[in-house]
C-alpha cells in the first residue's frame, strides 16, 4: 500500500483563534468515504464492541456521520444490528414495544430496559 500524503496527528496541528471572515453557515464539513458514500460530517465511530452497536450507529447517523458496527457478534447479529440502524433512520417500526393502561411505571421500566 503506498501512502498518498504525509499525515499529522494532533500535536502537529494547532488552531489559533482568531477573527475570520467566513460564516459559519458557508462551511461544509461533508466528507467523501468512499465512490458511494459521503458523510455530512467526518466523523466515524470505531468498530470495538465496548463502542458501536445500534444505539451509537444511529445517534452518528442522525448527526451526519456513520457507525462501523463490530465483527465481536455472529453475521446474524451484525445483520440485525444493521436493519435496527436502517429501520430507525427509514422511520419504520416493525416491532413496536407496547403496553398495556392497567401496567405500572414499574412495569414499563421493566419493559424498557428488556428491549433497549
Known sequence: MRILQDAL????????????????????LK??????????IPFLSAAMDTVTEAR????????????????????EEQAHVVS???KYEHGVILDPVTV????????VVKVTKQNR
Open 84 to 86: 435496527k440502524v436502517k
Open 56 to 75: 451509537l450507529a444511529i445517534s452518528m447517523a442522525q448527526e451526519g456521520g456513520i457507525g462501523i458496527i463490530h465483527k465481536n457478534m455472529t453475521v
Open 9 to 28: 496527528t494532533f500535536d502537529d496541528v494547532l488552531l489559533v483563534p482568531a477573527h475570520s471572515t467566513v460564516l459559519p453557515k458557508d462551511v461544509s
Open 31 to 40: 466528507t467523501q468515504l468512499t465512490r458511494e458514500i459521503t458523510l455530512n
Open 100 to 107: 398495556q393502561i392497567t401496567d405500572t411505571v414499574a412495569d
